[in-house]
C-alpha cells in the first residue's frame, strides 16, 4: 500500500484502478506484487533525450492545422537534415518511402544540400 500511495499516478483514478486490476490478474495466489506494474512514467521525457517531449511546442488557444503541423515539421527535419530524406525519416521515427509520399503530399521541395 505504501508503494502505491507513494507512485505518481497521472492518470489519477483510472490509471489505479487498472494497475490494481493487473495486480490482481497477474499474480499468483493470494499475494499481490508491484513486480507486474509497468514502470512508472518519467515526466514525459522523452528517451535518452532528457528533454520534456511537450518543451518544444506550445498549442495556441484558438487550434491549429494538423495539416500545416505536419508540413512544418517535415520541413524542419530535412532542413536539419540538410535534404537528406533518408536521414530525415530516422528522425522523424517513420520509413523512408512514407515520408517521401508526405513530401509529395504537401508539395515540399528539399532544401539545397549546404
Do not use: F, Q
Not at 63 to 82: H, P, Y
Amino acid at each position: 500500500m505504501t508503494a502505491l500511495k507513494h507512485r505518481s499516478w497521472v492518470g489519477n483514478v483510472r490509471e489505479l484502478r487498472n494497475a490494481c486490476e493487473r495486480m490482481v490478474i497477474l499474480c499468483p495466489g493470494n499475494s499481490l506484487s508491484l513486480d507486474v506494474l509497468p514502470p512508472e512514467p518519467r515526466d514525459s521525457v522523452s528517451e535518452g533525450s532528457g528533454h520534456k517531449v511537450d518543451d518544444w511546442l506550445t498549442l495556441p488557444p484558438e487550434g491549429l492545422s494538423l495539416l500545416d503541423l505536419e508540413k512544418s515539421v517535415i520541413e524542419r527535419a530535412l532542413s536539419l537534415k540538410d535534404g537528406n530524406i533518408s536521414e530525415a525519416a530516422r528522425y522523424l521515427h517513420v520509413p523512408r518511402h512514407i515520408l517521401v509520399y508526405r513530401i509529395e503530399k504537401h508539395g515540399i521541395s528539399r532544401p539545397a544540400k549546404r
